[in-house]
């Protein structure tokens, strides 16, 4: 029998920050695809710089009566249709309540921020002051609604495959009473680490992959790209600091420049690879907020970016979530390392440009 290789032989990967493994078999890459096919995600170029039927358009009315102002950079609303609101009533959270029926209260607010005045803009084809912008918007952001609330988070939907409603470049703030799933998870495992070897598990990851450089898609000074080793989606990347941050908040003005710089590169490399405007579901995580943990320690966070994109293999071919994943394990065709390369390769400048 031949000798493992990590690009050819099917193996499983082990995701220290949620403690789940995830299958990855290389040999299925020639599998022929005659299943469904998405619409060519839109181009930014055919998009009008102003709508004036967008409600995230400088100057139009929202479904609430108000109007969206002549902004000129960021702008930030409370959702009009929110997930979550800062007050009604909660239900009854009797310790001896039957613990197959539990329930606790769950308050909260949802901001949405327009990152930009022009619909045709889109990180990677934004000026670097555009992206510093949105950069010192959202740590504003966290640190107004990080005082009230225990988890602040920050997510782009981008593309109608990722359900963005719209075309306009924004993104949405939810702050919530509760830990969501996966930070909650997320902090287990971090803080198991950090009791266990005295360090930052994502500050050993970052060094190991600095010197492996074999999931590395790009660099700068202060940050670095990966595919995580333990990568599920195709394309899914990582953004990490070089030294340690606990939270956005904390992020000096170089760290914010040099992110602007890093997000712009990613983004348009994403862009690059099939030559649309990559879709993907983006956010930022880091050490938790508000009453509960702005006291404690938490040395075992380090504040990092995550881009999970559907593509697979085409604009139009996404990658399915179904079965098997559903029911007993993600699982993965090409490898995390092949990911990485495919998009090293790609220029830092967007093919619009
Ligand atoms: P998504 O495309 O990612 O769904 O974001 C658009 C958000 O904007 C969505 O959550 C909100 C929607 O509720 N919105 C308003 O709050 N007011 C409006 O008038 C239109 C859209």
Known sequence: MSLFNI?????????????????????????????????????????????PTNPLCPGVTRASGIVTPNYQSTFVFTNDFPALLEDGPSPDTDPSADPLFKMAAAKGTCRVMCFHPKTNKQIPTMDL?????????????????????????????????????NPHPHCQIWASSFMPNEPRIKDQYLKQYYCEHGRQLLMDYVEKEIQKQERVVCENTEWIVVVPFWAIWP???????????????????????????IMKEICSKYDNLFKCSFPYSMGWHGAPTGPTYSTQNMQHWTFHGMYYPPLLRSATIKKFMVGYEMLANSQRDLTPEKAAIMLRQQSSIHYTL
Not at 135 to 155: D, R, T
């Open 129 to 165: 002051n555009d992206i510093q912008n949105i950069i010192k918007e959202w740590i504003s952001q966290l640190k107004e609604l990080g005082a009230k609330y225990n988890w602040v988070q920050i997510f782009e939907n981008k593309g109608a495959i990722m359900g963005c409603s």
């Open 7 to 51: 690009n050819e032989h099917q193996h499983i990967r082990y995701n220290p920050l949620k403690g789940e493994w995830i299958l990855v078999s290389p040999h299925r890459m020639l599998r022929p695809w005659s299943g469904q096919v998405e619409p060519d995600p839109t181009n930014q170029q055919q998009i009008p710089d102003h709508d």
């Open 235 to 261: 394309f899914e990347t990582m953004v990490l600091p070089k030294k340690q941050v606990q939270r956005f908040t904390d992020l000096t003005d170089v760290q914010q420049c040099e992110l602007a710089k």
